[in-house]
């Protein structure tokens, strides 16, 4: 796919990994009105080391040298730990632990110490060397932490401590539950059904006490909020189906969300490349 608004490219360069598509953005918040875009489809029949060398040969936005690293963003599984609990030794071991098949893959770690919490994640050694080898100076962070650093403030002043967030990507839903800026839990379920969806955010909101209609009016018996992001087709009918069972539903609209921001008004930035750019 050809670029969006390819000239004067702006010199930070960052790039989203997942399995169904690469997002590809350069970006710099001196000059939003430079923002470029751009999606490369990787070919399955191949390995995507072949593809990341493809694609840096044949991708206008990265002919340019960036200035100083470039980001890449991995939607791959995570798991969370509270940051008290947090141990640096104890990554590789709770990653392991958690991904027993995933045993190929170089383990990274970020901080958010908004939610209170760290993101532990991994990506295949191999897919690692292939982007060293096409691009220089490196710098992992999983598609979930600028998320988790966004959610924890979005809504906090809502007179329930507790709020949920689902998130809707490619073939995944994320959920995220906070109470006030804690994360509390979080999990991502491989579904794109909107009924699937609705089931595990209710199974989840059932296991964690959400209240999902107001009782008196007092602002202790207030619904939980839950909050819809991502894809808009999928993110409107979750919404409206998610109504049927909730009283405090919330479509998350970018454009209105970052005041009609040139990357929220851009069709297909994934909103979490979207929150990482803007926030």
């Keep these: 796919?050809?670029?969006?608004?390819?000239?004067?490219?702006?010199?930070?360069?960052?790039?989203?990994?997942?399995?169904?598509?690469?997002?590809?953005?350069?970006?710099?918040?001196?000059?939003?009105?430079?923002?470029?875009?751009?999606?490369?489809?990787?070919?399955h029949s191949k390995p995507l080391g072949p593809n990341l060398i493809h694609m840096a040969e044949s991708e206008e936005l990265l002919k340019a040298p960036a200035r100083g690293s470039t980001y890449v963003l991995i939607d791959t599984p995570a798991t969370y730990v509270p940051l008290a609990d947090f141990q640096e030794s104890e990554c590789e071991t709770l990653y392991r632990f958690c991904f027993p098949k995933h045993n190929q893959h170089r383990i990274f770690y970020d901080v958010v110490g908004a939610a209170d919490s760290v993101v532990i994640f991994g990506l295949r050694e191999e897919i690692c060397q292939a982007l060293e080898n096409a691009i220089d100076n490196v710098i992992y962070a999983s598609s979930h932490t600028a998320l988790l650093r966004h959610f924890a403030t979005k809504g906090a002043n809502v007179c329930t401590a507790q709020r949920f967030f689902i998130n809707?990507?490619?073939?995944?839903?994320?959920?995220?539950?906070?109470?006030?800026?804690?994360?509390?839990?979080?999990?991502?379920?491989?579904?794109?059904?909107?009924?699937?969806?609705?089931?595990?955010a209710l199974n989840i909101a059932s296991q964690t006490g959400a209240r999902l209609?107001?009782?008196?009016?007092?602002?202790?018996?207030?619904?939980?909020?839950?909050?819809?992001?991502?894809?808009?087709?999928?993110?409107?009918?979750?919404?409206?189906?998610?109504?049927?069972?909730?009283?405090?539903?919330?479509?998350?609209?970018?454009?209105?969300?970052?005041?009609?921001?040139?990357?929220?008004?851009?069709?297909?930035v994934p909103y979490d490349l979207m929150v990482h750019l803007i926030g």
């Design 168 to 200: 809707l990507h490619e073939k995944a839903t994320d959920i995220y539950v906070y109470d006030h800026n804690r994360l509390t839990l979080a999990n991502t379920f491989a579904s794109e059904d909107v009924m699937d969806t609705i089931y595990y």
């Design 213 to 268: 209609t107001a009782g008196d009016g007092t602002p202790a018996l207030a619904a939980t909020p839950f909050y819809v992001s991502g894809e808009e087709s999928r993110r409107l009918a979750v919404s409206r189906e998610m109504r049927r069972f909730a009283d405090e539903v919330i479509a998350i609209q970018p454009t209105a969300e970052f005041n009609r921001h040139v990357i929220a008004g851009t069709p297909g």
């Design 1 to 43: 796919m050809s670029a969006i608004n390819p000239p004067a490219l702006p010199e930070h360069l960052y790039i989203r990994l997942s399995d169904e598509r690469i997002c590809i953005a350069r970006y710099d918040a001196l000059r939003p009105a430079a923002f470029a875009f751009s999606v490369f489809r990787p070919e």
